[in-house]
């Protein structure tokens, strides 16, 4: 079988130099009973032909090819250049080992290095690590590290955090001496309320984590919810769902947060159904020794040359095992490879191009629901690339049925995360989009409503 | 510092008395045994200690230590210095290398530390294993 | 002459254009605050798509892969990565966004099902969770489901029980579910017996953490006791599956008394290890267990698939949408190509690999733990005249990737070797040669081994002044 080279001659010979007849000596250590188990339940060894067409049939079941699609509240389809497939699917990039040995891992480490860099560029932070699972884990991430360093157990979340987000920073902190707290949303802006966070700051809050743009869509003014923070001594954490926000919008840094958190799929990862994706984390210097993750420092080597290697390691759990700043070993290393060859392939005008072209969209869809009797724009300004609409006649699930009907996958129903919001759905916009899918949304809205 | 007038414990602290406080830091031996350093976590001033609490945390490349306070009593001053030359630990242990200051609540305790002697005998033995 | 990249930073020009895209065609303007908006990144890299794929190409050939040549590191299971799996889970078919309504994803929800189908075939485990995105993520995971599940006993318990040859990933993932990790000593054949076990289990013990085979490589026989031993504690056994190569297809878990495991599709499952991830860490669990499985799950219900999102006895979400979907896509593809005919063959031969390297090193090393080993061996350095360093970084010169060092820590100056079964018998006599070289010239000349590596592209960095003054990105003007 190809994946195995030994041949019969070769065991023999192995098995020869080791002092046994059978494979099966070197596996008597095991309880008897339990040993090499008949497989006959297991299917039968496909050839490459056969494998690749029982994938294939996996592709027929799925129906959602031709589909125009405004999905998004977290995940975005957006154009990923080819050469970034093609770089990214070398196998110099695809099968290394965790760079432990850096004299023969330049090339992964450099990349990080230079992510780490942009990702640092693109939040207004001082360092960035070299990635986390997701956007929903480096959320609760930055939960356990504002906890951490502040030594205070209370942490404040955001309402229109992704529900997601919000249900793994619970299971996170489940077990462990934290509480949690909702800040409302004012309905009227779709922002944090600032009288209800003045309320529940005070001297227990390790951290505000609030989400802009948020789930509604709505972009938060950042630099008021850190100034409320901060007048408690509390942390203020910004987290990204959508990461091309970053190339249009304010930083974070900017607007004077202490970290940015986030998902950074946006940056030349596919949608594959959910993963592998990028979490990335930025801090401002102070919090450096506190940051979960790996790093990727700069130094030089016996002669005198530049090069990179993974540092600060005792943060880790190899190293500080119980103590360490959190159990990650295995990242999205690869991801955030990928995600620098896009961020380098679009270049710094080719991104805020595709950055402003999704905002755009997203605005040409707005002024255009506007119009419609059926729908009313929730928040017809200061969002991004999302609009939320709400439904005057019937549920949203039921618009978003008769679109899909259609072939529109018209946004995401909010009743799906929250069955009272019934007449609320979440559109998302990238610059795939064009003029003629938008107005071909908006007459299938149209009909309908 | 004459390394024959401090006591030593089995963690590979030494302790200088200096009136009714202390200065301590790690040994030879210890640095030795960490690498280099790369950064040391010191305590805050005026933290309360117990003996046997960690009191500092010294970081070098591969291996984090705790240090341990050899008493019971406040935290006076830390080595600021070692916030930019953690190195310090490494170059000269038993001087520049001093980590924190502490007031002795109970002199008593000092009693339980190993002299020189002692400490060198702790050390071959440690060797033979 | 080694001349190494630039970084991209310092190839880059004011106006030199990348990858372009027209600007909207929408009659639209901003409706976002003035205040609220940026403008282009400063110093944001402007580099040519030639530029861009010449400089990742010198990056490329920097890197040592499996692709290259072998990795012999232990409990890594750096086994071959089948291409057509890369291609496979590319297709664009699979590609869905993760909120696409499940009618039109029958294909993506079979695709998990089915691997899950495997693997509690291939663990005799009752049920899996696959979100987990990595072996940690795993661990948390099932530690977490073993807090919930005694808690609804009414007795959560306070520590976790784990041997001192474990993972460092063990200790901190027990701490964040909440535990206070209490270490035990391996025995002198390096194994966690019910001996070494019962003066630990006190009634506040609510697991033990156990990898097995362990980080030596030796099979815990005594599992079947020490799972018994725990139950009628009250306790659950826990079982670090990252070297499950060891066991595929010869043993399953699920029937020597493990409650709960995690598995490591990036390890036995021959997923990409992509320089650092992305893995994924399916956790599997016995019946009782069931229960507490993390949400979403895809279960099925006749011919079709469906997605279970809500579930009180549930320890809740772990991560963002379904989980390392299209890692999953590789794990299953190369399941379905090695079938039953094959995948019993794979702990077999990298059984048989690993013992023949550490037959034929057992004459050079030291083997601190001469019980019989699976498809990992450890050798200490003792009685070297070098450090296990150098003779690593030695390797290095040969064209070799050094296998683990200085782990597991009961071991002094640990050399962890794990073939895997990708290796040829040519791979294998090779490198042992080479190790006989090096030892060789350890003994004659030392000294070389200690100014090695010699011919890579850098040597010995200096990783004391990568810690003591953090350089963790690039800044304009601070060239060095």
């Given at each position: 079988?190809?994946?195995?080279?030994?041949?019969?001659?070769?065991?023999e010979?192995?098995?020869?130099?080791?002092?046994?007849?059978?494979?099966?000596?070197?596996?008597?250590?095991?309880?008897?009973?339990?040993?090499?188990?008949?497989?006959?339940?297991?299917?039968?060894?496909?050839?490459?032909?056969?494998?690749?067409?029982?994938?294939?049939?996996?592709?027929?079941?799925?129906?959602?090819?031709?589909?125009?699609?405004?999905?998004?509240?977290?995940?975005?389809?957006?154009?990923?250049?080819?050469?970034?497939?093609?770089?990214?699917?070398?196998?110099e990039?695809?099968?290394?080992?965790?760079?432990?040995?850096?004299?023969?891992?330049?090339?992964?480490?450099?990349?990080?290095?230079?992510?780490?860099?942009?990702?640092?560029?693109?939040?207004?932070?001082?360092?960035?690590?070299?990635?986390?699972?997701?956007?929903?884990?480096?959320?609760?991430?930055?939960?356990?590290?504002?906890?951490?360093?502040?030594?205070?157990p209370?942490?404040?979340?955001?309402?229109?955090?992704?529900?997601?987000?919000?249900?793994?920073?619970?299971?996170?902190?489940?077990?462990?001496p934290?509480?949690?707290d909702?800040?409302a949303?004012?309905?009227?802006s779709?922002?944090v309320?600032?009288?209800?966070?003045e309320?529940k700051?005070?001297?227990r809050?390790?951290?505000?984590?609030?989400?802009?743009?948020?789930?509604?869509?709505?972009?938060e003014?950042?630099?008021?919810?850190?100034?409320?923070?901060?007048?408690?001594?509390?942390?203020?954490?910004?987290v990204?769902?959508e990461?091309?926000?970053?190339?249009?919008?304010?930083?974070?840094?900017?607007?004077?947060?202490?970290?940015?958190?986030g998902?950074?799929?946006?940056?030349?990862?596919p949608?594959?159904?959910?993963?592998p994706?990028?979490g990335?984390?930025?801090v401002?210097?102070?919090?450096?020794r506190?940051?979960?993750?790996?790093?990727?420092?700069?130094?030089q080597?016996l002669?005198?040359?530049?090069?990179?290697?993974?540092?600060l390691?005792?943060?880790?759990?190899?190293?500080?095992?119980?103590?360490?700043?959190?159990?990650?070993?295995?990242?999205?290393?690869?991801?955030?490879?990928?995600?620098?060859?896009?961020?380098?392939?679009?270049?710094?005008?080719?991104?805020?191009?595709?950055?402003?072209?999704?905002h755009?969209?997203a605005?040409?869809?707005?002024?255009?629901?506007?119009?419609?009797?059926?729908?009313?724009?929730?928040?017809?300004?200061?969002?991004?690339?999302?609009?939320?609409?709400e439904?005057r006649?019937?549920?949203?699930?039921?618009?978003?049925?008769?679109?899909?009907?259609?072939g529109?996958?018209?946004?995401?129903?909010?009743?799906?995360?929250?069955?009272?919001?019934?007449?609320?759905l979440?559109?998302?916009f990238?610059?795939?989009?064009d003029?003629?899918?938008?107005?071909?949304?908006?007459?299938?809205?149209?009909?309908?409503? | 510092?004459?390394?024959?007038?401090?006591?030593y414990?089995?963690?590979h602290?030494?302790v200088?008395?200096e009136?009714?406080f202390?200065?301590?830091?790690?040994?030879?031996y210890?640095?030795?045994?960490?690498?280099?350093v790369?950064?040391v976590?010191?305590?805050?001033?005026?933290?309360?200690?117990?003996?046997?609490?960690?009191?500092?945390?010294?970081?070098s490349?591969?291996?984090v230590?705790?240090?341990?306070?050899?008493v019971?009593?406040?935290?006076?001053?830390?080595?600021?210095?070692?916030?930019?030359?953690p190195?310090?630990?490494?170059?000269d242990?038993?001087?520049?290398?001093?980590?924190f200051?502490?007031s002795?609540?109970?002199?008593?305790?000092?009693d339980?530390l190993?002299?020189?002697?002692?400490?060198?005998?702790?050390?071959?033995?440690?060797?033979?294993? | 002459?080694?001349?190494?990249?630039?970084?991209?930073?310092?190839?880059?020009?004011?106006?030199?254009?990348?990858?372009?895209?027209?600007?909207?065609?929408?009659p639209?303007?901003?409706?976002?605050?003035e205040?609220?908006?940026?403008?282009?990144?400063?110093?944001?890299?402007?580099?040519?798509?030639?530029?861009?794929v010449?400089?990742?190409?010198?990056?490329?050939?920097?890197?040592?892969?499996?692709?290259k040549?072998?990795?012999?590191?232990?409990?890594c299971?750096m086994?071959?990565?089948?291409k057509?799996?890369?291609?496979?889970?590319?297709?664009?078919?699979?590609?869905a966004?993760?909120y696409?309504?499940?009618d039109?994803?029958?294909?993506?929800?079979?695709?998990?099902?089915?691997?899950?189908?495997?693997?509690?075939?291939l663990?005799?485990?009752?049920?899996f969770?696959?979100?987990?995105?990595?072996?940690?993520?795993?661990e948390?995971?099932?530690?977490?489901?073993?807090?919930?599940?005694?808690?609804?006993?009414?007795?959560?318990?306070?520590?976790?029980?784990?041997?001192?040859?474990a993972?460092?990933t063990n200790?901190?993932?027990?701490?964040?579910?909440?535990y206070?990790?209490r270490?035990?000593?391996?025995?002198?054949?390096?194994?966690?017996?019910?001996?070494?076990?019962?003066?630990?289990?006190?009634p506040?013990v609510?697991?033990?953490?156990?990898?097995n085979?362990?980080?030596?490589?030796?099979?815990?026989?005594?599992?079947v006791?020490?799972?018994?031993?725990?139950?009628?504690?009250?306790?659950?056994?826990?079982?670090?599956?990252?070297?499950?190569?060891?066991?595929l297809?010869?043993?399953?878990?699920?029937?020597?008394?493990?409650?709960?495991?995690?598995?490591?599709?990036?390890?036995?499952?021959?997923?990409?290890?992509?320089?650092?991830?992305?893995?994924s860490?399916?956790?599997g669990?016995?019946?009782?267990?069931?229960?507490?499985l993390?949400?979403?799950?895809?279960r099925?219900?006749?011919?079709?698939?469906?997605?279970v999102?809500?579930?009180?006895?549930?320890?809740?979400?772990?991560?963002?949408?379904?989980?390392?979907?299209?890692?999953?896509?590789?794990?299953?593809?190369?399941?379905?190509?090695?079938?039953?005919e094959?995948?019993?063959?794979?702990a077999?031969?990298?059984?048989?690999?690993?013992?023949?390297v550490?037959?034929?090193?057992?004459?050079?090393?030291?083997?601190?733990?001469?019980?019989?080993?699976?498809?990992?061996a450890?050798?200490?350095?003792a009685?070297?005249?070098?450090k296990?360093?150098?003779?690593?970084?030695?390797?290095?010169?040969?064209?070799?990737?050094?296998?683990?060092?200085?782990?597991?820590?009961?071991?002094?100056?640990?050399?962890?070797?794990?073939?895997?079964?990708?290796?040829?018998?040519?791979?294998?006599?090779?490198?042992?040669?080479?190790?006989e070289?090096?030892?060789?010239?350890?003994?004659?000349?030392?000294?070389?081994?200690?100014?090695?590596?010699?011919?890579?592209?850098?040597?010995?960095?200096?990783?004391?002044?990568?810690?003591?003054?953090?350089?963790?990105?690039?800044?304009k003007?601070?060239?060095?």
């Amino acid at each position: 079988m190809r994946y195995l080279p030994l041949t019969h001659a070769e065991r023999e010979e192995m098995k020869r130099a080791i002092g046994i007849a059978d494979v099966r000596e070197l596996f008597t250590c095991i309880p008897g009973g339990s040993c090499f188990p008949p497989l006959d339940r297991l299917p039968r060894a496909l050839s490459e032909p056969e494998l690749t067409a029982a994938f294939r049939e996996f592709g027929r079941r799925n129906a959602f090819a031709g589909h125009l699609s405004f999905l998004g509240a977290g995940a975005t389809a957006h154009f990923i250049p080819e050469v970034v497939s093609y770089l990214s699917a070398k196998g110099e990039f695809v099968t290394p080992y965790t760079p432990y040995q850096p004299e023969v891992s330049q090339g992964s480490l450099q990349a990080i290095f230079e992510y780490q860099t942009m990702m640092a560029m693109l939040t207004g932070l001082d360092v960035a690590n070299a990635s986390l699972y997701d956007g929903a884990t480096a959320a609760a991430e930055a939960a356990l590290l504002s906890v951490r360093r502040s030594g205070r157990p209370r942490v404040l979340l955001a309402g229109a955090l992704h529900p997601e987000y919000a249900a793994v920073v619970r299971t996170y902190v489940q077990n462990l001496p934290i509480e949690l707290d909702v800040v409302a949303v004012d309905a009227g802006s779709g922002r944090v309320d600032a009288a209800d966070l003045e309320a529940k700051l005070d001297e227990r809050v390790a951290a505000v984590l609030f989400q802009s743009p948020n789930f509604l869509g709505v972009v938060e003014d950042g630099g008021t919810i850190a100034a409320a923070a901060h007048g408690r001594k509390a942390y203020a954490v910004q987290v990204v769902a959508e990461a091309m926000s970053l190339a249009y919008l304010r930083s974070p840094g900017e607007a004077g947060v202490d970290m940015a958190v986030g998902e950074a799929q946006s940056f030349g990862l596919p949608l594959g159904f959910g993963g592998p994706y990028l979490g990335f984390m930025a801090v401002r210097e102070e919090f450096l020794r506190q940051m979960p993750g790996r790093l990727v420092g700069q130094t030089q080597d016996l002669d005198g040359k530049r090069g990179y290697v993974l540092t600060l390691s005792t943060r880790e759990q190899h190293i500080k095992r119980e103590k360490a700043t959190s159990n990650i070993c295995s990242n999205e290393a690869w991801c955030a490879l990928r995600a620098g060859m896009y961020l380098a392939a679009m270049g710094r005008d080719g991104l805020a191009r595709a950055a402003r072209a999704c905002h755009l969209n997203a605005a040409y869809f707005a002024a255009g629901a506007s119009r419609l009797k059926g729908v009313r724009v929730v928040y017809a300004r200061n969002f991004y690339n999302e609009v939320l609409i709400e439904t005057r006649q019937g549920s949203a699930a039921e618009l978003a049925a008769a679109l899909k009907g259609k072939g529109i996958l018209a946004g995401v129903p909010l009743s799906w995360f929250d069955p009272a919001q019934k007449n609320r759905l979440l559109l998302a916009f990238s610059e795939l989009h064009d003029r003629a899918a938008i107005d071909r949304l908006l007459a299938a809205m149209g009909e309908r409503a | 510092m004459a390394k024959e007038n401090l006591l030593y414990s089995k963690d590979h602290e030494w302790v200088r008395r200096e009136g009714g406080f202390v200065v301590v830091g790690v040994t030879d031996y210890a640095q030795h045994e960490l690498g280099d350093v790369v950064f040391v976590d010191l305590p805050a001033a005026g933290k309360a200690l117990k003996k046997g609490d960690p009191a500092a945390n010294i970081e070098s490349v591969k291996a984090v230590s705790d240090v341990y306070s050899p008493v019971t009593g406040k935290v006076t001053e830390a080595n600021a210095r070692l916030s930019d030359n953690p190195e310090l630990v490494n170059q000269d242990p038993l001087g520049d290398g001093w980590i924190f200051k502490a007031s002795v609540e109970q002199a008593s305790e000092l009693d339980e530390l190993m002299d020189f002697p002692k400490y060198e005998e702790y050390l071959k033995g440690i060797a033979g294993e | 002459m080694n001349r190494l990249p630039k970084l991209i930073f310092e190839l880059s020009r004011e106006g030199k254009v990348g990858v372009g895209l027209n600007e909207a065609d929408v009659p639209a303007g901003p409706a976002v605050d003035e205040g609220l908006l940026r403008g282009p990144v400063a110093d944001f890299p402007q580099v040519s798509e030639v530029e861009v794929v010449r400089h990742y190409m010198a990056l490329a050939a920097l890197n040592y892969s499996v692709d290259k040549g072998f990795y012999p590191l232990g409990s890594c299971t750096m086994k071959y990565n089948p291409k057509v799996n890369e291609k496979l889970a590319a297709a664009d078919e699979l590609q869905a966004h993760p909120y696409t309504p499940h009618d039109l994803v029958q294909g993506n929800l079979e695709i998990m099902a089915r691997l899950e189908d495997w693997l509690k075939e291939l663990t005799g485990m009752a049920g899996f969770t696959l979100a987990p995105a990595a072996g940690a993520h795993g661990e948390f995971t099932g530690m977490l489901m073993v807090r919930r599940c005694l808690q609804e006993k009414g007795d959560a318990r306070k520590v976790v029980l784990i041997p001192d040859s474990a993972h460092g990933t063990n200790p901190a993932s027990a701490h964040f579910a909440g535990y206070e990790v209490r270490e035990i000593a391996s025995s002198a054949r390096g194994t966690i017996g019910a001996a070494e076990l019962r003066p630990h289990l006190t009634p506040d013990v609510a697991a033990l953490m156990m990898t097995n085979p362990n980080t030596l490589g030796i099979f815990e026989s005594d599992i079947v006791a020490v799972a018994e031993a725990l139950h009628a504690n009250g306790s659950l056994l826990y079982m670090d599956g990252a070297n499950l190569n060891a066991l595929l297809g010869a043993v399953r878990p699920g029937d020597l008394g493990v409650d709960v495991m995690h598995i490591n599709l990036h390890k036995t499952f021959a997923t990409p290890h992509g320089g650092g991830g992305p893995g994924s860490g399916p956790v599997g669990v016995a019946a009782r267990l069931l229960p507490y499985l993390p949400v979403p799950r895809v279960r099925r219900a006749g011919d079709r698939c469906e997605v279970v999102y809500d579930d009180p006895r549930s320890i809740g979400r772990v991560k963002n949408f379904y989980g390392q979907f299209l890692v999953m896509v590789r794990a299953l593809a190369y399941l379905m190509a090695l079938g039953r005919e094959h995948v019993g063959r794979v702990a077999e031969d990298a059984v048989l690999n690993a013992n023949y390297v550490r037959k034929k090193l057992e004459g050079l090393l030291d083997l601190p733990y001469p019980a019989p080993t699976l498809h990992e061996a450890v050798f200490s350095d003792a009685g070297l005249p070098v450090k296990t360093l150098d003779i690593a970084k030695r390797l290095l010169d040969y064209g070799f990737h050094p296998f683990t060092i200085y782990f597991p820590l009961i071991v002094h100056g640990a050399m962890m070797i794990e073939p895997t079964e990708s290796e040829s018998k040519e791979t294998l006599d090779d490198f042992i040669a080479v190790m006989e070289a090096i030892l060789r010239e350890a003994k004659e000349d030392p000294e070389r081994l200690r100014q090695a590596p010699t011919s890579t592209p850098v040597r010995r960095l200096d990783e004391t002044l990568a810690a003591r003054k953090p350089v963790l990105r690039w800044r304009k003007g601070e060239g060095r």
